[in-house]
T-cell receptor, first 116, second 116 residues
Framework: DAEITQSPRHKITETGRQVTLACHQT?????MFWYRQDLGHGLRLIHY???????NKGEVSDGYSVSRSNTEDLPLTLESAASSQTSVYFC???????????????FGAGTRLSVL | AQSVSQHNHHVILSEAASLELGCNYS??????LFWYVQYPGQHLQLLLK??????LVKGIKGFEAEFIKSKFSFNLRKPSVQWSDTAEYFC??????????????FGAGTTVTVRA
């Protein structure tokens, strides 16, 4: 079965360190998204990609970067981790094209990141 | 960009009680509407969706939602909840057919606690 995998599931790091969270999908979806989930804020979009070599900023992109070198992967990098980036991070993917079903996003299990 | 409002932050119910969660969105064009559910410790799963047609849509586990275009609303309902419905519920919206914008805008979420 197709799936979307995030790793690691849990990560503890120190302020100032660079951290990369992995996201790998086997749906062959063009679209991939990174969200952070914080109490009272729901899910907020960090970065997204609509295809290989395409990346775009979301509403909370400061301090984060992504790259898309193939269809399957969209790693999220925290350039210099800050305590404010302690959160749960979710990756998602969807198809592209017309038709509502192509807007359905499928989510990974999440990565819980603690920045101390 | 569209915004999504969920009226209740935390709802506490007894088993067999009826549930209704409110959701309003701000975008004036055609939209695709979703309810996602996140059970404790798990990732987001699609509960139900509306793309077009019958404004009353049925999802998994006995949930349904009604799209009222004039009120920009997409409220979620379940006639009789079970303890296993304890979860966080998110309303989300994307722009409708013809749009190349696949980003989901999420509400802040509603935590539902069902007491046995």
């Amino acid at each position: 079965d197709a799936e979307i995998t995030q790793s690691p599931r849990h990560k503890i790091t120190e302020t100032g360190r660079q951290v990369t969270l992995a996201c790998h999908q086997t749906w062959n979806h063009n679209n991939m998204f990174w969200y952070r989930q914080d109490l009272g804020h729901g899910l907020r979009l960090i970065h997204y990609s609509y295809g290989v070599h395409d990346t775009n900023k979301g509403e909370v992109s400061d301090g984060y970067s992504v790259s898309r070198s193939n269809t399957e992967d969209l790693p999220l990098t925290l350039e210099s981790a800050a305590s404010s980036q302690t959160s749960v991070y979710f990756c998602a993917s969807s198809e592209s094209g017309t038709g509502g079903a192509k807007n359905i996003q499928y989510f990974g299990a999440g990565t819980r990141l603690s920045v101390l | 960009a569209q915004s999504v409002s969920q009226h209740n932050h935390h709802v506490i119910l007894s088993e067999a009680a009826s549930l209704e969660l409110g959701c309003n969105y701000s975008y004036g064009g055609t939209v695709n509407l979703f309810w996602y559910v996140q059970y404790p410790g798990q990732h987001l799963q699609l509960l139900l969706k509306y793309f077009s047609g019958d404004p009353l849509v049925k999802g998994i586990k006995g949930f349904e939602a009604e799209f009222i275009k004039s009120k920009f609303s997409f409220n979620l309902r379940k006639p009789s909840v079970q303890w296993s419905d304890t979860a966080e519920y998110f309303c989300a919206v994307t722009r409708g057919p013809g749009s190349n914008d696949y980003k989901l805008s999420f509400g802040a979420g509603t935590t539902v606690t069902v007491r046995a």
